[in-house]
């Protein structure tokens, strides 16, 4: 039931969504994450609200500083209030852990933009965050289909995600999409999530091109308005696992979620 309450609290943790989005200082970005108007989502049917959800990765380090921030604007809302009251929980985000510095929130995408969920959102559908995540990751997947690639110029060893929906590192989360493409490169797989909206891969296990690639990746998360990680990961049937080619062992991601075609909200 959507109730006064989560509507106030998800208001103002959307509220400063803009600024985490990026939107004015990089416009062709999406999903751009807008201010919430009532009548473009609450008002909808929650079975519609739940069809718009999508999972988006963001880097720790940035989604760490939002927070601060929208922790600041909410302590100074409250000071203006009587009763301050439990939506202040309510504002806080929804999301999930995935890999080490690497986190998974939730928007809901609908034609004029997307918005952010919040835990307020999240317990008025009667759902936890593997719930949350489930749903979005069915969704994404619905809508993204099988991985779609492209070449990097003249470096025939490299590739990237093909997609321009600001959706590109979440489809990293559709982890069975990637199984032939794996197969297809000998079983070897590389790839580094810089950004929101870019990811690039490579199967060559030669030093001097993941030198490349590692600096490739480097420079772009360092330039861009949503930055997701620097490092660099390597795909395993159990999940990715960070690549450390000079650093001993890998690390497991610290998410195991069932994949949308196992178990559909």
């Keep these: 039931m959507v109730t006064g309450r989560w509507v ?17 200082d990089e416009p062709s970005a999406a999903p751009t994450v807008r201010a919430p108007r009532q009548e473009s989502w609450a008002t909808r049917p929650v079975e519609q609200q739940l069809a718009a959800l999508r999972p988006v990765l963001v880097g720790k380090r940035y989604l760490d500083a939002f927070r601060k921030r ?12 009587d009763e301050p009251g439990p939506w202040m ?20 995408e609908f034609p004029e933009g997307a918005q952010l969920v919040s835990r307020g959102m999240m317990a008025a559908w009667g759902m936890d965050v593997a719930r949350l995540y489930q749903r979005a990751l069915a969704n994404l997947d619905g809508a ?7 070449p990097v110029g003249k470096l025939p060893w490299l590739s990237v995600i093909d997609a321009e929906d600001g959706y590109a590192a979440s489809r990293v989360l ?10 297809q490169a000998g079983g070897s797989l590389i790839m580094g999530m810089p950004a929101r909206d870019v990811v690039v891969f490579t199967a060559s296990t030669d030093p001097e091109k993941l030198r490349q690639l590692r600096d490739t990746v480097e420079t772009v998360e360092g330039h861009q308005v949503h930055p997701v990680s620097r490092k ?19 690390a497991a991601a610290t998410i195991q979620l069932q994949e949308p075609h196992q178990k559909r909200q």
Aim: hydrophobic fraction near 55%; glycine fraction near 8%.
């Design 174 to 183: 559709l982890h069975w999409r990637w199984e032939p493409l794996v197969r």
């Design 144 to 150: 993204a289909g099988e991985l779609r690639l492209k």
């Design 70 to 81: 929208l922790a600041v604007q909410l302590f100074r809302m409250s000071r203006q209030m």
């Design 89 to 108: 929980a309510d504002a806080e985000l929804a999301v999930g852990e995935f890999l080490d510095d690497v986190q998974v929130m939730f928007v809901l």
């Design 8 to 24: 106030r609290a998800a208001t103002l943790a959307l509220g400063c969504a803009a600024a985490f989005a990026g939107a004015a």
């Design 232 to 250: 660099l990961f390597r795909w395993t049937p159990g999940g990715w696992r960070e690549f450390a080619d000079d650093h001993g062992p890998p």
